[in-house]
T-cell receptor, first 111, second 111 residues
Framework: SQTIHQWPATLVQPVGSPLSLECTVE??????LYWYRQAAGRGLQLLFY??????ISSEVPQNLSASRPQDRQFILSSKKLLLSDSGFYLC??????????FGPGTRLLVL | GEDVEQSLFLSVREGDSSVINCTYT??????LYWYKQEPGAGLQLLTY?????DMKQDQRLTVLLNKKDKHLSLRIADTQTGDSAIYFC???????????FGTGTRLKVLA
C-alpha cells in the first residue's frame, strides 16, 4: 500500500532563516506530487506541483521554491522566511487524473 | 474563475443528517471529491464521484452531482460527534494536473 510522509511535523523558525520541508512517498512509482499551504481557518492554496523528476510547476510567485531530486521525494525550500510564510504545509501525491492523497502536514510558525 | 465555493459553517444535532454543498467551476471535470480534515491533520479522502454519475452512496455518505448547475453535495446520515471536521470538495481542472479545492465547510455536531 502507498504511504506519504512529511517532516518535520512542527517547525518554529525566525524571520529571515532558511526552510526545508521534505515529503516522501512509498509504494508507488512516478507519482504527481504537490505542495499546498493552508493558512489558519482557510482553504488550500496550491504552491507547486511536479509530474516527474526535476520538473516543477509554480502556481504562486513567492519566496518559496520546490525541488524533486528523486522520483518519490519532494522538497519545499526558502532562503529567507517571511512572517507570511506561517501556515500548515501539506504534501500530496496522485496517479495522473486520479485521486489525490495527502500527507500529515507540517505546521510552520515564523516568528 | 477557479473558485470552488462552499458555505463556511454548518451546525447539526447528533443523529440528524448533514448536507454540505459545493459549487464547482469546470463542467469538464472528470472526478469530483470530498475530503475530511480533522484538527491538525492532513486531508482524508472520504469519497469521489465520476462525472458521468448523478449519485453515489457509500454507507452513511451520499454524494449528489448536478452537472447542469455544477453543484455537488455530500449528505452524512445519522451524523455523529466524530464527524465534526472541515469538509472540502475538490475537482480536477480538465486538461491539467491541478486539483482545485473549495474553501471548506466546518461541520459542528452538537450532542
Amino acid at each position: 500500500s502507498q504511504t506519504i510522509h512529511q517532516w518535520p511535523a512542527t517547525l518554529v523558525q525566525p524571520v529571515g532563516s532558511p526552510l526545508s520541508l521534505e515529503c516522501t512517498v512509498e509504494g508507488t512509482s512516478n507519482p504527481n506530487l504537490y505542495w499546498y499551504r493552508q493558512a489558519a481557518g482557510r482553504g488550500l492554496q496550491l504552491l507547486f506541483y511536479s509530474v516527474g523528476i526535476g520538473q516543477i510547476s509554480s502556481e504562486v510567485p513567492q519566496n518559496l521554491s520546490a525541488s524533486r531530486p528523486q522520483d518519490r521525494q519532494f522538497i519545499l525550500s526558502s532562503k529567507k522566511l517571511l512572517l507570511s510564510d506561517s501556515g500548515f504545509y501539506l504534501c500530496a501525491w496522485s496517479v495522473p487524473i486520479e485521486t489525490q492523497y495527502f500527507g500529515p502536514g507540517t505546521r510552520l510558525l515564523v516568528l | 474563475g477557479e473558485d470552488v465555493e462552499q458555505s463556511l459553517f454548518l451546525s447539526v444535532r447528533e443523529g440528524d443528517s448533514s448536507v454540505i454543498n459545493c459549487t464547482y467551476t469546470d463542467s469538464s471535470s472528470t472526478y469530483l471529491y470530498w475530503y475530511k480534515q480533522e484538527p491538525g491533520a492532513g486531508l482524508q479522502l472520504l469519497t469521489y464521484i465520476f462525472s458521468n454519475m448523478d449519485m453515489k452512496q457509500d454507507q452513511r455518505l451520499t454524494v449528489l452531482l448536478n452537472k447542469k448547475d455544477k453543484h455537488l453535495s455530500l449528505r452524512i446520515a445519522d451524523t455523529q460527534t466524530g464527524d465534526s471536521a472541515i469538509y472540502f470538495c475538490a475537482e480536477i481542472l480538465s486538461g491539467t494536473y491541478k486539483y482545485i479545492f473549495g474553501t471548506g465547510t466546518r461541520l459542528k455536531v452538537l450532542a
